[in-house]
Nanobody, 117 residues
Framework: LLLVESGGGLVQAGGSTRLSCKAP???????????IEWYRQAPGKQRELVAS???????NVADSVKGRFAISRDNSNKRVHLQMNSLKSEDTAVYYC?????????WGQGTQVTVSS
């Protein structure tokens, strides 16, 4: 599944931004069957799961960002958004969108988010 991320860039600490992940070539009936995830990887650190939304619409958010980040899904437009609020310097990372089904995961190219203090 081809995934394209957008959004991010340079944001001031305390600010907000929204990342989007779209599957431009997927048809609706295929897209809805995937769990869509947002990961991030900071320099020198392992990639970590930030948030996910299942094919059934349930969502999960990592404890490290709970209350600040929210994931939402727009199946009709084949998009998933990650709303990021109250950003901190430790949120600086490359953010990746991933689509998982049956244990197989596809990745987007990643988008940089830099939080300046």
């Amino acid at each position: 599944l081809l995934l394209v991320e957008s959004g991010g860039g340079l944001v001031q600490a305390g600010g907000s931004t929204r990342l989007s992940c779209k599957a431009p070539r997927a048809i609706f009936s295929v897209f809805v069957g995937y769990t869509i995830e947002w990961y991030r990887q900071a320099p020198g650190k392992q990639r970590e799961l930030v948030a996910s939304t299942s094919s059934g619409g349930s969502t999960n958010v990592a404890d490290s960002v709970k209350g600040r980040f929210a994931i939402s899904r727009d199946n009709s437009n084949k998009r998933v958004h990650l709303q990021m609020n109250s950003l901190k310097s430790e949120d600086t990372a490359v953010y990746y969108c991933a689509a998982e089904r049956g244990g197989v995961r596809s990745w987007g190219q990643g988008t940089q988010v830099t939080v300046s203090s």
